[in-house]
């Protein structure tokens, strides 16, 4: 089965850092392309950026790119959010979620339960 | 950016009728669109994906159609288990876009 546990949210105060964590089990996690996506209270969905299994690939929603940097650890079954310069919008709740190949961005067969951002002051 | 964008906002219908959430994008995307279900207070669930081709284990009363700019998901007899808000999304090409979501209740 499937396991994809978020880590690392909280509260942060606007124009500081966070780091997020994803730990994956279940599958082979070096097989599969990965993604962060967020949804803000009450709101929708966001894709926020995703990860090719080797990291070769990497891409980012324009509402973050500059500021926020994902990579992964496949000896650790991990992947990560850093997020610097962070904002109040970018308050949410962040998923970590699978991909269905590995060198490609498509859709998101297998979700983490998230975990909350929220950035006040 | 390529936009998605999904009608109705909400929608309410009685248990057994046909429902049909629309969902357009600013400009082509071939059938590269899948559809999610939110049930309240869950994470999202893969229903359909290819615009047409049903996940694994989705009942059969869930059906996705259209390719190009408009595309559609179609509840075919409304349960209560259905109650949920379900959106598109794209992946054409990045940035991988969600429609607004449609939010589906019991009349």
């Known amino acids: 089965e499937v396991q994809l546990v978020e880590s690392g949210g909280g509260l942060v105060q606007p124009g500081r850092s966070l780091k997020l964590s994803c730990a994956a089990s279940?599958?082979?996690?070096?097989?599969?392309?990965m993604h962060w996506v967020r949804q803000t209270p009450g709101k929708g969905l966001e894709w926020v950026s995703g990860?090719?299994?080797?990291?070769?690939?990497?891409d980012y929603a324009d509402s973050v790119k500059g500021r926020f940097t994902i990579s992964r650890d496949n000896a650790k079954n991990s992947l990560y959010l850093q997020m610097t310069s962070l904002r109040t919008e970018d308050t949410a709740l962040y998923f970590c979620a699978k991909d269905t190949i590995s060198n490609w961005f498509r859709f998101f067969d297998s979700w983490g339960q998230g975990t909350r951002v929220t950035v006040s002051s | 950016d390529i936009q998605m964008t999904q009608s109705p906002s909400s929608l309410s219908a009685s248990v057994g009728d046909r429902v049909t959430i629309t969902c357009r994008a600013s400009?082509?995307?071939?059938?590269?669109l899948a559809w999610y279900q939110q049930k309240p207070g869950k994470v999202p669930k893969l229903l359909i994906y290819g615009a047409s081709t049903l996940q694994s284990g989705v009942p059969s009363r869930f059906s996705g159609s259209g390719s190009g700019t408009d595309f559609t998901l179609t509840i075919s007899s409304l349960q209560p288990e259905d109650v949920a808000t379900y959106y598109c999304?794209?992946?054409?090409?990045?940035?991988?876009?969600f429609g607004g979501g449609t939010k589906v209740e019991i009349k």
């Open positions: 400009q082509g995307i071939r059938n590269f």
């Open positions: 999304q794209k992946y054409n090409s990045a940035p991988l876009t």
């Open positions: 990860i090719s299994w080797n990291s070769g690939k990497k």
């Open positions: 279940g599958f082979t996690f070096d097989d599969y392309a």
